[in-house]
């Protein structure tokens, strides 16, 4: 599984380790769909800390698809509603 970083790497992680990024993805989108500031932040916290230390980086000189897009660390709650929004939007 590749994942992105938002404005940062690409990591891939081992398909072992595919169920437990699922949980703490969910954990991520459950904080914002409730507007819940501090589980956005630890959830955030969590799933990108996971990507970087369960993840290999992925080398500049390879390129392949993400399969999942993390927010960046730095991204706020309602910059992630806003992404979610435009990404519900253009599928529709």
Do not use: C, W
Request: proline share 3%; net charge negative; hydrophobic share 45%.
């Amino acid at each position: 599984m590749i994942v992105r970083i938002m404005e940062e790497d690409q990591y891939r992680l081992d398909d072992h380790e595919a169920a437990e990024f699922e949980q703490l993805d969910h954990a991520l989108l459950e904080a914002v769909s409730n507007d819940d500031q501090a589980a956005f932040l630890m959830a955030l916290n969590n799933l990108v800390s996971f990507v970087r230390e369960k993840g290999s980086k992925v080398p500049y000189t390879e390129i392949v698809p993400s399969d999942a897009v993390v927010p960046a660390e730095d991204m706020t709650l309602a910059e992630a509603k806003q992404m979610l929004e435009n990404d519900s939007s253009a599928s529709a």
